[in-house]
């Protein structure tokens, strides 16, 4: 397992390395569409049933399938990964911004808006704040099962570390199955904490408990 | 005399789906320096109608006038700024400390860093929390009692000229809330703010108010001094609601100057002196405590300006009791 380590380290950061271009160019399009739309529905009750519940639906469907099924419309490749995981993402991401939105207490909203607050002031000042730890939660989640789903993307040629996993499935070749599973697992395990910590800070000063700069 | 705050001119609303008004045609003067409660059961539409003087409810028909203009014509957020909005639930900023919830409104009015810091200071004194205390403290590590009177404070930061008051007590203790009411009234005394306040409890409303304003399904049953509301009850709803309160607590309401004989100012008697906003109940607790049968009323720089003997507040009480029965 070491010897192939040492053998082929430059080919498996290269693996690595565009498997974590899959997951960040995908997270980011992904809070592109997702936060904005997360807003707009927020408003209004129907709308955001509405809308998540064709997510869930969509979020419901095996990765494989997906993937083949967009096959005809990308082609080959990163593009077709890339919209797969956008897709799966919007379900997690969206709920979320919405929770996040709608969990602050309508008393806060009143108070503010009564006192004569502005729509831009209480967007960025007061909402914005009290729903980022749900909004966090939700990358860190979405940004964990992303990493976790690029890896069957290598089916379609999109690379990452999937193409470990699955040749080592082809060839029957132990260490590169495990390296394919060690390394995918300890990329979520990092990302997960990371995000965690981001998430923390955020629950912190939305409940009022840490003494940052705010002035 | 005093400038008419706010004017209602014939309003109504009726919220959508539903086929009833929740404020049906009101009319209704507020003029400026008074302190006017709003009394009702919930449904009433007494919130209803304190929300449509900020805006939070848009009439859907009739006027209403700030000063003598249409607050329609008026920009929304700066005419808002002009007015102290308090809720029951507070709706204090959770991730901001207490001198930022209260800074926010003079920060957008771009005041300079010190007049917001002395403003700040000024308004956690009036409200009896000591800023060195309570400045940098965040919403959660206040009581409910606490809360509420940092909402005040911030209410008044920009010195708005009316405060709108929704049930602001209705979740805090009895006791606590009773010095609440004991400021409010301090505070509204030597402000000289006019202010609306929304209550469902009758003593609260009474010992707060110049004037009350009791609403049923939507319209005023009555306007009127609390005096003028216990004497005269307007018709048999009002009767009821105040008939819900026993004798002494409408001696609570009553002050001595509603019912005292006018006397000469020369009077070099040494009984008992109070002051003209003296609650009866109080007088009452007097008479039962000392062998006297009457006491003077004092009104501050002119001297006394009336009497009260055990008999004229015997006749006065069974009065207020049979008119209201």
């Known amino acids: 397992m070491i010897t192939y380590l040492v053998k082929y380290y430059d080919q498996m950061l290269i693996l690595l390395l565009e498997h974590l271009y899959l997951v960040c160019l995908s997270m980011l399009i992904s809070l592109l569409l997702a936060v904005p739309v997360g807003l707009l529905i927020a408003r209004s009750k129907w709308l955001s049933t509405a809308i998540l519940s064709f997510f869930g639906v969509v979020y419901s469907i095996p990765s494989l399938a997906l993937f083949s099924f967009l096959l005809p419309a990308f082609g080959l490749g990163k593009m077709t990964a890339i919209a797969v995981l956008v897709i799966y993402n919007q379900y997690i991401l969206v709920r979320n911004t919405v929770t996040g939105f709608q969990s602050i207490d309508a008393s806060i909203i009143e108070a503010g808006y009564g006192m004569g607050l502005s729509a831009r002031y209480m967007f960025l000042k007061i909402q914005l704040p009290l729903a980022l730890p749900i909004i966090l939660g939700g990358i860190r989640i979405a940004t964990v099962s992303t990493i976790g789903i690029a890896t069957i993307a290598a089916v379609i040629h999109a690379g990452g570390l999937g193409v470990l996993l699955f040749d080592g499935l082809r060839m029957n070749y132990l260490p590169k199955i495990l390296w394919g599973t060690i390394l995918s697992s300890l990329l979520a395990y990092l990302a997960n904490h990371i995000l965690l910590s981001f998430e923390t800070k955020a629950i912190e000063r939305a409940r009022g408990e840490c003494r940052g700069d705010t002035a | ?325």
């Open chain 2, 1 to 325: 005399m005093a400038r008419t705050a706010i004017e209602f001119r014939n309003v109504s609303k009726q919220y959508a789906n539903t086929s009833q008004y929740a404020v049906a045609g009101v009319n209704m003067r507020i003029s400026e320096g008074s302190f006017i409660t709003i009394l009702g059961t919930s449904g009433s539409g007494k919130t209803t109608l304190l929300k449509m003087v900020n805006r939070i409810y848009e009439a859907t028909s009739g006027e209403i006038l700030y000063f003598g203009e249409h607050i329609k014509n008026l920009k929304l957020e700066e005419y808002r700024r002009k007015i102290g909005y308090v809720i029951q639930q507070v709706g204090l900023f959770p991730h901001m400390t207490v001198e930022e919830n209260i800074g926010a409104i003079p920060q957008i009015l771009r005041w300079d860093t010190d007049t917001i810091a002395n403003r700040v200071n000024a308004l956690l004194e009036l409200v009896c929390l000591s800023p060195r205390d309570f400045k940098k403290r965040y919403p959660r590590q206040l009581s409910g009692g606490q809360q509420q009177r940092v909402g005040l404070a911030r209410a008044m930061a920009a010195d708005p000229d009316i405060m709108l008051m929704d049930e602001p007590f209705g979740a805090i203790d009895a006791i606590t809330r009773q010095n609440l009411q004991e400021e409010l009234i301090r505070i509204q005394r030597k402000l000289n703010k006019t202010i609306l306040f929304v209550t469902h409890d009758v003593s609260e409303a009474f010992k707060l108010g110049d004037k009350v304003v009791i609403m049923h399904e939507g319209t005023i049953q009555q306007f009127d001094t609390p005096y003028g509301i216990i004497s005269k009850p307007a018709n048999e709803y009002v009767a009821r609601l105040i008939a819900t309160q026993d004798i002494v607590q409408r001696l609570k309401v009553l002050k001595a100057q509603s019912v005292m004989l006018p006397v000469d100012a020369q009077v070099s008697d040494r009984a008992f002196r109070v002051g003209t906003e003296e609650s009866l109940h109080n007088i009452l607790t007097y008479f039962l405590e000392h062998d006297q049968n009457h006491v003077l009323v004092e009104d501050g720089g002119r001297g006394v300006v009336g009497k009260i003997t055990w008999e004229q507040l015997k006749v006065s009480t069974r009065q207020g009791k049979i008119l209201s029965a």
